[in-house]
C-alpha cells in the first residue's frame, strides 16, 4: 500500500468547501472521484484541514493510501486530467506510511486579501475584499501584533466550532503591503472555525480607526465575540501553506 501526499491548489468560488457533501459541489469530492477513475479504487482523501466554502487554497495538503503502480511523476497530470479546472493538483509525492497530513500538521499559513484601492477592482473583484476608505496601515501592524503568542481565542470564533479548546498559538501575524492590496497573513498550529476572517474583521476596524490597536490586547482577553470584528466573506481568504516537520 502506497501512501500518496497532494500538494493542492484550488479556487473556491464554485465549491461547498472542502468537505465532502452527498448533494453539494466540495472539493475533497472531486478529488476522490478523480483519483478513483486513475487508480480504478475507491480513495480516502484526507487534508490537512477544512476550509470553508469560498475559500481558496494555494498550498492545501491531503494523503490517501492506495495499491495503484502508477509512477508517481504522473500522479499530479492523470489527476488533473479529470478534474475542473479551479483545482489544480501542484505536486504528488511518495511518503512514508505514517505520515497523516492532519495529525502530522505543525503550522499553517493563512492570508486575507484587501484591495484599498479608491475604485476597486474588476477583474479581481472576487478574490479580494474591497475596502474604500482609507485604512491606517501603521496602526493595523500594531495591532496584528497583539495576536501573536498562545492565547483563548474565544472572542474571535463563529458558533457552530467543534472544538473542545479555543487556544491557539500564533507564530507569526503580519500586515503585508503591495501596492492598494493589504494582506493580513496569519502563521498558527490550527484556527477555529471563521478565526482568521474575524481577526480580519477586527483589524479593518483598526485600520477604521473603529478601534485602538491597543485595545486588541483586551479583547482577546474579553474572550467576547460581541467585542471583536465582523467575520469577513470567505472569497478573499487563502490557506497558503502547511508545514510539516
Given at each position: 500500500m502506497r501512501n500518496i501526499k497532494l500538494t493542492i491548489e484550488y479556487d473556491g468560488k464554485e465549491f461547498n468547501g472542502w468537505q465532502k457533501q452527498p448533494t453539494k459541489l466540495n472539493i475533497q469530492g472531486e478529488i476522490e472521484r478523480a483519483i478513483e477513475i486513475i487508480t480504478k479504487e475507491q480513495v480516502d482523501l484526507t487534508a490537512s484541514g477544512r476550509t470553508d466554502a469560498g475559500v481558496h487554497a494555494i498550498g492545501q495538503v491531503a494523503?490517501?493510501?492506495?495499491?495503484?503502480?502508477?509512477?508517481?511523476?504522473?500522479?499530479?497530470?492523470?489527476?488533473?486530467?479529470?478534474?475542473?479546472?479551479?483545482?489544480?493538483?501542484?505536486?504528488?509525492?511518495?511518503?512514508?506510511?505514517?505520515?497523516?497530513?492532519?495529525?502530522?500538521?505543525?503550522?499553517?499559513?493563512?492570508?486575507?486579501?484587501?484591495?484599498?484601492?479608491?475604485?476597486?477592482?474588476?477583474?479581481?473583484?472576487?478574490?479580494?475584499?474591497?475596502?474604500?476608505?482609507?485604512?491606517?496601515?501603521?496602526?493595523?501592524?500594531?495591532?496584528?501584533?497583539?495576536?501573536?503568542?498562545?492565547?483563548?481565542?474565544?472572542?474571535?470564533?463563529?458558533?457552530?466550532?467543534?472544538?473542545?479548546?479555543?487556544?491557539?498559538?500564533?507564530?507569526?501575524?503580519?500586515?503585508?503591503?503591495?501596492g492598494e492590496r493589504i494582506g493580513i497573513e496569519l502563521t498558527g498550529n490550527g484556527f477555529l472555525y471563521n478565526m482568521v476572517r474575524i481577526i480580519a474583521g477586527t483589524l479593518v476596524d483598526v485600520g477604521l480607526g473603529k478601534i485602538k490597536a491597543e485595545e486588541i490586547e483586551k479583547i482577546i482577553e474579553s474572550k467576547d465575540r460581541t467585542k471583536s470584528g465582523k467575520t469577513l466573506p470567505p472569497h478573499a481568504l487563502y490557506l497558503l501553506k502547511v508545514e510539516y516537520e
Amino acid at each position: 500500500m502506497r501512501n500518496i501526499k497532494l500538494t493542492i491548489e484550488y479556487d473556491g468560488k464554485e465549491f461547498n468547501g472542502w468537505q465532502k457533501q452527498p448533494t453539494k459541489l466540495n472539493i475533497q469530492g472531486e478529488i476522490e472521484r478523480a483519483i478513483e477513475i486513475i487508480t480504478k479504487e475507491q480513495v480516502d482523501l484526507t487534508a490537512s484541514g477544512r476550509t470553508d466554502a469560498g475559500v481558496h487554497a494555494i498550498g492545501q495538503v491531503a494523503n490517501f493510501k492506495t495499491n495503484s503502480n502508477l509512477p508517481i511523476e504522473k500522479f499530479a497530470i492523470a489527476i488533473n486530467s479529470k478534474l475542473k479546472k479551479s483545482i489544480r493538483i501542484q505536486k504528488a509525492e511518495e511518503v512514508e506510511e505514517r505520515f497523516h497530513s492532519r495529525y502530522n500538521c505543525k503550522q499553517k499559513t493563512y492570508r486575507y486579501v484587501i484591495n484599498n484601492a479608491e475604485q476597486g477592482s474588476a477583474i479581481y473583484r472576487n478574490l479580494e475584499y474591497y475596502v474604500p476608505v482609507k485604512l491606517n496601515i501603521e496602526e493595523m501592524k500594531k495591532a496584528i501584533k497583539y495576536f501573536e503568542g498562545e492565547h483563548d481565542f474565544k472572542g474571535f470564533k463563529a458558533s457552530g466550532t467543534s472544538s473542545k479548546s479555543s487556544v491557539r498559538k500564533i507564530y507569526k501575524a503580519n500586515i503585508i503591503e503591495e501596492g492598494e492590496r493589504i494582506g493580513i497573513e496569519l502563521t498558527g498550529n490550527g484556527f477555529l472555525y471563521n478565526m482568521v476572517r474575524i481577526i480580519a474583521g477586527t483589524l479593518v476596524d483598526v485600520g477604521l480607526g473603529k478601534i485602538k490597536a491597543e485595545e486588541i490586547e483586551k479583547i482577546i482577553e474579553s474572550k467576547d465575540r460581541t467585542k471583536s470584528g465582523k467575520t469577513l466573506p470567505p472569497h478573499a481568504l487563502y490557506l497558503l501553506k502547511v508545514e510539516y516537520e
